[in-house]
Nanobody, 125 residues
Framework: QFQFVYSGGGLVQPGGSLRLSCVAS????????IGWFRQAPGAERVGVAC????????YYTDAVKGRFTISRDNAKNTAYLQMNSLKPEDTAVYYC??????????????????WGQGTQVSVSS
């Protein structure tokens, strides 16, 4: 079964940090471009970070640029999202996903696979 298994979510105070992990099961993550997405209650699922398969280039949405870092460990078949200086508006369910190709409009969900259940991140004092 192709899926991601998540860890690292939780409740954190504003200004705090979390590192999310997603382990790919059933497929080789190194063959894919990776995206991290988030979905707040009542909102659409949107991309926040992407790491391109071919050259490792990284991309971030303006809302998280300078605070979040996407990375991968192909040996562990795992992707990570390091989140620093967290804000209440970062509260959402976070998902990782994989796509075999590359598109400039990477933050849209179309074309990504293997989402899994996601992990809840709550930022509150």
């Amino acid at each position: 079964q192709f899926q991601f298994v998540y860890s690292g979510g939780g409740l954190v105070q504003p200004g705090g940090s979390l590192r999310l992990s997603c382990v790919a099961s059933g497929f080789n993550l190194a063959d894919y471009t990776i995206g991290w997405f988030r979905q707040a209650p009542g909102a659409e699922r949107v991309g926040v970070a992407c790491k391109r398969r071919s050259d490792g280039s990284t991309y971030y949405t303006d809302a998280v640029k300078g605070r979040f870092t996407i990375s991968r460990d192909n040996a562990k078949n795992t992707a990570y999202l390091q989140m620093n200086s967290l804000k209440p508006e970062d509260t959402a369910v976070y998902y990782c996903a994989a796509r075999p190709d590359w598109v400039s409009d990477w933050s849209k969900v179309v074309g990504y696979y293997y989402w899994g259940q996601g992990t809840q991140v709550s930022v509150s004092s």
